[in-house]
Structures are given as structure tokens and as C-alpha cells.
């Protein structure tokens, strides 16, 4: 099983960017998804989550109202659409997997590669 993600990049503060991770496993729709990050010198945290038919989704606070998460089961694909970007934003962003929604947000069982995103004020 894979996770691919992209849509990474350098934008100015303020801006835009959507990352998408597309995944390989044939039952996606069995996988709650989702996205953690990692800015130098920290830790991994969770960013957001979305079980398997996208009906539940969560956020960590500091993005809430600021990124989306969201997924197509037709094109087993994850989003993470972020706007109003802020420096403390610059981070590794991965993409994560787990068939149960609560473990995902704390133990993912599949990570992707990660995608840069990094946001200069």
C-alpha cells in the first residue's frame, strides 16, 4: 500500500495551497485519512482527519476555519485544502491512514512521504 502526496510548495503568507495524497489500497473507503506535519525542530501533530465515507472530519484547532479536509472514494484520493496560510504553517506534511477514525488522529498505521510546505511572511 502506498500513499502519495503532492502539492506542496512555497507560498507568501495569506496564500493558498491544496496538497492531495493518492492512495493505493483497494478498499480506501474502509480507510479513515488524514494529515499530520512536522516543522523543523518539533514533533510530529496531528492536522486533520476524515473517516472512511467523509461524513466525520477533524481539525486541530490552530487551522480550524483555515484548512479543509476532504476525499474522493472514486479517485482514492485525500485533500487538504489550506488557505490563509501562516508561517508557523511551514512544515512537513504527511499523509496518514488507519481503517479505524479515532486511531488515525494519534496512530496512524500507513504514512505517506511527505510534501514540503513552507510560507514566508
Known amino acids: 500500500v502506498q500513499l502519495q502526496a503532492s502539492g506542496g510548495g512555497l507560498v507568501q503568507a495569506g496564500g493558498s495551497l491544496r496538497l492531495s495524497c493518492a492512495a493505493s489500497?483497494?478498499?480506501?473507503?474502509?480507510?479513515?485519512m488524514g494529515w499530520f506535519r512536522q516543522a523543523p525542530g518539533k514533533e510530529r501533530e496531528f492536522v486533520a482527519a476524515i473517516n472512511g465515507n467523509g461524513y466525520m472530519s477533524r481539525h486541530r484547532d490552530s487551522v480550524k476555519g483555515r484548512f479543509t479536509v476532504s476525499r474522493d472514494n472514486a479517485k482514492n484520493t485525500v485533500y487538504l485544502q489550506m488557505s490563509s496560510l501562516k508561517p508557523e504553517d511551514t512544515a512537513v506534511y504527511y499523509c496518514v491512514a488507519h481503517t479505524n477514525y479515532a486511531r488515525v488522529q494519534v496512530a496512524p498505521s500507513l504514512w505517506g512521504q511527505g510534501t514540503q510546505v513552507t510560507v514566508s511572511s
Open positions: 489500497m483497494r478498499t480506501f473507503s474502509s480507510y479513515a
